[in-house]
Nanobody, 125 residues
Framework: QVQLVESGGGLVQAGGSLRLSCAAS????????MGWFRQPPGKEREFVAA????????KYADSVKGRFTISRDNAKNTVYLQMNNLNPEDTAVYYC??????????????????WGQGTQVTVSS
């Protein structure tokens, strides 16, 4: 029903910035909350940020608060993750995910029913 494709990952030096994009196709993108998760090497997938359907409310993991910004453009069916002041601890595969509902800022991966393939972000020091 929803297909998600991440882009924008790559290699960046510590202190640098990167912007990830998640392009959605299929129905009801604008009626779903969206999230970004990441999986560092050797660790489990963890919550990064979420945004509700209208975009007026967002939530961030403490580890990225003040550095990352999630946004969405429903007219373009796209969600973004702006990452600033990156550090090596941000190295991970980043995943875009679509929630089952529009209004809650969910932090559990189990609440999301569609996932992108992931994009690698590597931060060097």
């Amino acid at each position: 029903q929803v297909q998600l494709v991440e882009s924008g990952g790559g290699l960046v030096q510590a202190g640098g910035s990167l912007r990830l994009s998640c392009a959605a196709s299929g129905r009801a993108f604008s009626s779903r909350a969206m999230g970004w998760f990441r999986q560092p090497p050797g660790k489990e997938r963890e919550f990064v940020a979420a945004i509700i359907s209208s975009g007026v409310s967002t939530k961030y993991a403490d580890s990225v608060k003040g550095r990352f910004t999630i946004s969405r453009d429903n007219a373009k069916n796209t969600v973004y993750l702006q990452m600033n002041n990156l550090n090596p601890e941000d190295t991970a595969v980043y995943y875009c995910a679509a929630d089952r509902q529009p209004f809650r800022l969910e932090t559990s991966a189990a609440d999301y029913d569609y996932w992108g393939q992931g994009t690698q972000v590597t931060v060097s020091s």
